[in-house]
């Protein structure tokens, strides 16, 4: 085990998900932007209309300022947050998938070397050549998308892999075709949405209009078929999700659900209104506002992804509190539940000092901290406020003596939700001693 990330209030796994959700917005549209460009772009050589060059060349600036400069800074956060906020998670992946990713960023490579190419080759060279330069960004852009879908979705689904071990057992797991399909079209939806902030900008009106129109169209079909095929996804969803979402388990999942669904419909509604029907009427603050509406629709949808993997981070493999579940004979790896609980939860911390892998009555709080922090840290605030606060939730219940809060501790796999605790009855009492300093003992 590996020191572990304590952030107050927030939760470790909240500061991937607001980085990793911000990162949607350069992210698919670098992916998506570039169709709709070379589209655009293709119309003003076939039809000789170079005014709307001036959209091409606007849009463009705009992909290559938001993309690779927030997009590659919050894309290396969430390398850098998950490898604090759960680095045994992230070795799992990477031992799966380092050649995945390798593949990834060799096409991210294009990308990058390819939109600096088209921008700056603008009147330069011939339109078949500048417009080849654009397929060549627009293919291995998607190519990118293609690929880090299936090691996303693999950690919510991973199908085959938990008995065979197999790179692609894995990735081409039962959510991946639904979740590329949904990531497709929604790609086509950012894409038409940033396309509309920058018709707005446009000082002429015909083509602001014209442009305002055609993206309209894209976004709203592009929402319209990434909202279908998140139903495909919810439909293939294994029969534990379902219920986290539909059974009522996790009520708060299907209100992000809700949220997600209204703020799509929103946005819809934008391009069908402002981008579609009444061009005309499209402005910079109303477009801006709309994006902060798709931001929180993103939100919702990225929460509750990832809140359906509970309690694992690789479902059926490794629990959230990085804890290795479940045998994998195909890869030689046993369960570690047993043998901690066996061996002891501090058998494994190596960074402790000495003092501090025994318990004793001096130590006995201290030892409690680091257990709960290491066992709970990663979902819940240990503070009164913040996520899904600790004092808070057992006071809830009304636990605060230090031997019922170590029996709770036993049955929290009882949970469908959260991963066991694990280790020795001694460690559990240290952490049940521990939660008793956290809650009030007057109710
Ligand atoms: C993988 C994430 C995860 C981990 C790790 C985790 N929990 Fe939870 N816990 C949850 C979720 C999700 C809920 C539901 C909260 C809600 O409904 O908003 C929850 C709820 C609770 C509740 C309230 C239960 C109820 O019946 O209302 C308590 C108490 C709790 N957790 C304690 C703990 C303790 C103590 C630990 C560490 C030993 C822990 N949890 C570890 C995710 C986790």
Same mark, same amino acid.
């Not at 009147?123 to 990118?144: F, M, N």
């Given at each position: 085990?590996?020191?572990?990330?304590? #952030?107050?209030?927030?939760?470790?796994?909240?500061?991937?998900?607001?980085?990793?959700?911000?990162?949607?917005?350069?992210?698919?549209?670098?992916?998506?932007?570039?169709?709709?460009?070379?589209?655009?772009?293709?119309?003003?050589?076939?039809?000789?209309?170079?005014?709307?060059?001036?959209?091409?060349?606007?849009?463009?600036?705009?992909?290559?300022?938001?993309?690779?400069?927030?997009?590659?800074?919050?894309?290396?956060?969430?390398? !850098?947050?998950?490898?604090?906020?759960?680095?045994?998670?992230?070795?799992?992946?990477?031992?799966?998938?380092?050649?995945?990713?390798?593949?990834?960023?060799?096409? !991210?490579?294009? @990308?990058?070397?390819?939109?600096?190419?088209?921008?700056?080759?603008?009147?330069?060279?011939? @339109?078949?050549?500048?417009?080849?330069?654009?397929?060549?960004?627009?293919?291995?852009?998607?190519?990118?998308?293609?690929?880090?879908?299936?090691?996303?979705?693999?950690?919510?689904?991973?199908?085959?892999?938990?008995?065979?071990?197999?790179?692609?057992?894995?990735?081409?797991?039962?959510?991946?075709?639904? *979740?590329?399909?949904?990531?497709?079209?929604?790609?086509?939806?950012?894409?038409?949405?940033?396309?509309?902030?920058?018709?707005?900008?446009?000082?002429?009106?015909?083509?602001?209009?014209? #442009?305002?129109?055609?993206?309209?169209?894209?976004?709203?079909?592009?929402?319209?078929?990434?909202?279908?095929?998140?139903?495909?996804?919810?439909?293939?969803?294994?029969?534990?999700?379902?219920?986290? /979402?539909?059974?009522?388990?996790?009520?708060?999942?299907?209100? /992000?659900?809700?949220?997600?669904?209204?703020?799509?419909?929103?946005?819809? =509604?934008?391009?069908?209104?402002?981008?579609?029907?009444?061009?005309? %009427?499209?402005?910079?603050?109303?477009?801006?506002?709309?994006?902060?509406?798709?931001?929180?629709?993103?939100?919702?949808?990225?929460?509750?992804?990832?809140?359906?993997?509970?309690?694992?981070?690789?479902?059926?493999?490794?629990?959230?509190?990085?804890?290795?579940?479940?045998? %994998?004979?195909?890869?030689?790896?046993?369960?570690? #539940?047993?043998? =901690?609980?066996?061996?002891?939860? +501090?058998?494994?911390?190596?960074?402790?000092?000495?003092?501090?892998?025994?318990?004793?009555?001096?130590?006995?709080?201290?030892?409690?901290?680091? +257990?709960?922090?290491? *066992?709970?840290?990663?979902?819940?605030?240990?503070?009164?406020?913040? %996520?899904?606060?600790?004092?808070?939730?057992?006071?809830?219940?009304?636990?605060?003596?230090?031997?019922?809060?170590?029996?709770?501790?036993?049955? %929290?796999?009882?949970?469908?939700?959260?991963?066991?605790?694990?280790?020795? @009855?001694? @460690?559990?009492?240290?952490?049940?001693?521990?939660?008793?300093?956290?809650?009030?003992?007057?109710?």
């Amino acid at each position: 085990m590996y020191p572990i990330w304590i #952030v107050p209030y927030l939760t470790s796994g909240l500061v991937i998900g607001l980085i990793a959700s911000f990162h949607i917005l350069p992210s698919h549209l670098a992916v998506g932007a570039f169709w709709f460009n070379v589209y655009i772009e293709r119309k003003a050589y076939r039809e000789r209309r170079p005014e709307l060059l001036a959209f091409v060349k606007r849009y463009t600036l705009l992909i290559l300022i938001f993309c690779f400069v927030f997009g590659s800074l919050s894309g290396v956060g969430i390398w !850098f947050s998950a490898t604090v906020a759960s680095p045994r998670g992230l070795s799992a992946l990477i031992h799966n998938y380092v050649w995945g990713w390798a593949t990834e960023w060799v096409f !991210f490579l294009i @990308e990058v070397a390819t939109i600096y190419v088209y921008y700056y080759t603008f009147g330069k060279v011939d @339109e078949r050549t500048h417009l080849r330069i654009g397929y060549l960004y627009a293919v291995a852009a998607w190519i990118s998308m293609i690929i880090i879908t299936g090691i996303l979705a693999f950690m919510l689904t991973p199908g085959k892999w938990l008995e065979t071990g197999k790179f692609f057992d894995g990735f081409f797991n039962p959510t991946y075709w639904p *979740q590329l399909a949904a990531r497709t079209f929604f790609m086509f939806g950012i894409a038409g949405l940033y396309a509309l902030i920058i018709s707005a900008t446009l000082k002429e009106r015909e083509v602001a209009r014209e #442009v305002a129109r055609l993206a309209g169209g894209w976004g709203f079909a592009g929402l319209l078929l990434g909202g279908l095929s998140s139903y495909w996804w919810l439909k293939k969803l294994p029969p534990e999700a379902q219920d986290f /979402l539909f059974g009522g388990t996790l009520p708060y999942l299907s209100v /992000l659900l809700k949220v997600a669904l209204l703020s799509g419909g929103l946005v819809a =509604l934008y391009f069908l209104v402002f981008g579609i029907l009444f061009p005309r %009427l499209n402005n910079l603050p109303l477009a801006f506002l709309v994006l902060l509406v798709l931001f929180l629709g993103i939100l919702a949808g990225e929460g509750l992804r990832e809140g359906l993997r509970r309690p694992y981070i690789v479902a059926g493999f490794m629990y959230g509190h990085q804890v290795v579940g479940a045998d %994998l004979p195909a890869k030689g790896i046993k369960s570690e #539940v047993e043998a =901690l609980n066996e061996e002891g939860y +501090l058998s494994r911390l190596g960074y402790l000092p000495p003092e501090l892998r025994r318990i004793t009555d001096e130590n006995r709080l201290t030892v409690g901290r680091i +257990l709960v922090a290491h *066992q709970c840290a990663n979902c819940h605030a240990l503070s009164r406020k913040g %996520l899904r606060s600790l004092p808070g939730l057992l006071e809830g219940l009304g636990l605060t003596d230090p031997e019922d809060l170590a029996s709770f501790l036993e049955g %929290l796999d009882g949970y469908p939700y959260m991963p066991p605790f694990v280790g020795t @009855e001694e @460690e559990r009492l240290a952490a049940g001693a521990y939660l008793a300093t956290m809650v009030s003992k007057t109710p």
